[in-house]
Nanobody, 123 residues
Framework: QLVESGGGLVQTGGSLRLSCATS????????LGWFRQAPGKEREEVSC????????YYADSVKGRFTISRDSAKNTVYLQMYSLDSEDTAVYSC??????????????????WGQGTQVTVSS
């Protein structure tokens, strides 16, 4: 099970931290990712973190503004988002990858998904 939280309404330039609490699997074995989907747009893989936390991926659209992290003690993955703008408005979902690595990038390598949390950035 994956349950996202932390979404909401924020002004342009603001920050949010998303959390994804997980259960039902061995947290330390798998890579975890964050995706987003805006109305009328395709789902985008925003970020991924390997099982060890040593390897991370960021989409070009968020590089330098978002930070992914994971906490084994809490079985939780986070997405810290800074300098938000209207292009970041979307439903954000976390997902478990079928392996310990984030690569090669492939959305079909994700086995389970959360229901998502809405992030809305207003000007």
């Amino acid at each position: 099970q994956l349950v996202e939280s932390g979404g909401g309404l924020v002004q342009t330039g603001g920050s949010l931290r998303l959390s994804c609490a997980t259960s039902g699997f061995t947290f330390d074995y798998y890579a975890l990712g964050w995706f987003r989907q805006a109305p009328g747009k395709e789902r985008e893989e925003v970020s991924c973190i390997s099982s060890s936390g040593d390897s991370k991926y960021y989409a070009d659209s968020v590089k330098g503004r978002f930070t992914i992290s994971r906490d084994s003690a809490k079985n939780t993955v986070y997405l810290q988002m800074y300098s938000l703008d209207s292009e970041d408005t979307a439903v954000y979902s976390c997902a478990i990858r079928r392996s310990s690595s984030c690569f090669p990038l492939n959305p079909y390598e994700y086995a389970y998904w959360g229901q998502g949390t809405q992030v809305t950035v207003s000007s």
